[in-house]
């Protein structure tokens, strides 16, 4: 077992070392000092004009390393879209950085200056010299887990999502929380965790949050809590990054076995359809045109042929001509269009032509030959 977590130690750092990673003293006039900030920029931020979601982690001098590292590790794999992490050192300044009033737990003084660096010096400028999207994420452990939940307090949020860990919460904060992810008109994604190790008081006030949101009947609220077994207070960030990232960015991932079977073999309405909305959906709420994966297409054509109905090859195969247009994917399904529902010399037509096209995703211009071959023996075209 260590041999496994020490390669797979070696193999993230290979992964967090391909991407790029600056170190800036940033100058704030509203901390009155300058503050060092950790910034990596994703594998491909050189070679492309995409724009990339920024994901800002408090108490950077810890947790910096560990939200970057999984990101850059997921995002290889394309289960999350890349993203820009920034991180915050704060050193031994945390505890002034997070000050709030006992009497009504907002920030207060050095407080309140931290609070308007983030959202008044340090996101404009991160803004303004990187290409972003308009999807950010912030991410806070123990003080700065509570401290991270003001910026969702303002009228537009600075933030669409929130990794709260272990957070240690002002008095007034459940209260603030449900009252604000009540009426929350955008969609919020908000994550939470503790262990069965955690500070006491830590663990039954994050459980008490966690039943207070999952009361909350609103749509726009995507919530999700984990209760690990056996991480302390200070090791649950390793534990629970991962999971936080891949709750966030469910919709974001390719199809998986689960989401084939729990998902689209159940469905009563049309699987391509429900491919057309799972990445409207990545676009609507990460600002990311993401191109329909080759294997996204298999599984919808696996469905297909499972349920039988095979109509749905008709606007699968107009949808991957649409997105492969060079490509004998749109053909292939619209052959199988029309060879299962009779039209078998239509059929014969449509194989015929995708010969002169690319092959893609397994499929090959001597198989869609054979099966134009085969039409022509059965029926004798």
Not at 15 to 26: H, P, R, S
Not at 288 to 309: C, E, G, T, V
């Amino acid at each position: 077992m260590k041999r496994i977590l020490y390669l797979f130690v070696i193999f993230l750092s290979a992964q967090f070392i391909g991407a790029q990673v600056t170190y800036k003293n940033f100058n704030s006039e509203k901390l009155g000092e300058a503050r060092e900030v950790k910034i990596q920029l994703p594998r491909s931020y050189n070679t492309s004009d995409k724009s990339y979601p920024v994901v800002v982690v408090l108490d950077g001098d810890y947790m910096f390393e560990i939200v970057a590292g999984n990101v850059e590790y997921a995002s290889y794999w394309e289960d999350i879209p890349e993203a820009i992490v920034v991180g915050i050192n704060q050193f031994d300044k945390r505890d002034s950085d997070t000050m709030y009033s006992p009497l009504n737990s907002l920030p207060e003084e050095t407080g309140a200056a931290f609070f308007d660096f983030i959202g008044m010096e340090l996101m404009p400028y991160i803004e303004k010299t990187y290409r972003t999207e308009k999807f950010k994420v912030a991410v806070g452990h123990g003080a700065t887990a509570n401290f991270i939940n003001y910026y969702l307090f303002k009228e537009i949020p600075l933030f669409n999502a929130y990794v709260s860990l272990s957070p240690e919460l002002a008095p007034d904060m459940q209260t603030f929380l449900t009252e604000k992810l009540s009426g929350v008109e955008t969609k919020t994604f908000y994550y939470l965790a503790t262990s069965n190790n955690d500070i006491k008081d830590i663990k039954t006030k994050t459980e008490a949050l966690n039943t207070a949101i999952k009361s909350i009947d609103n749509k726009n609220v995507l919530s999700a809590f984990d209760n690990f077994d056996g991480p302390t207070h200070y090791s649950l960030p390793a534990h629970a990054i991962p999971k936080a990232l891949e709750s966030i960015f469910f919709v974001f991932k390719p199809i998986s076995k689960q989401e084939y079977k729990e998902t689209i073999l159940k469905l009563e309405t049309s699987p391509v359809d429900y491919l057309v909305e799972k990445y409207a959906a990545i676009d609507d709420l990460f600002g990311i045109d993401k191109p329909i994966l080759i294997n996204d297409f298999r599984a919808i054509a696996a469905a297909i042929n499972k349920s039988q109905k095979f109509e749905y090859f008709e606007p699968l195969g107009k949808l991957a001509r649409k997105h492969y247009p060079n490509t004998l994917l749109g053909n292939y399904y619209l052959g199988r269009y029309y060879e299962e529902t009779g039209s078998t010399k239509k059929a014969m037509k449509t194989y015929q032509s995708a010969y002169i096209l690319e092959e893609i995703g397994g499929i090959t211009k001597d198989h869609v030959l054979e099966l134009s071959e085969q039409i022509k023996a059965d029926f004798g075209y």
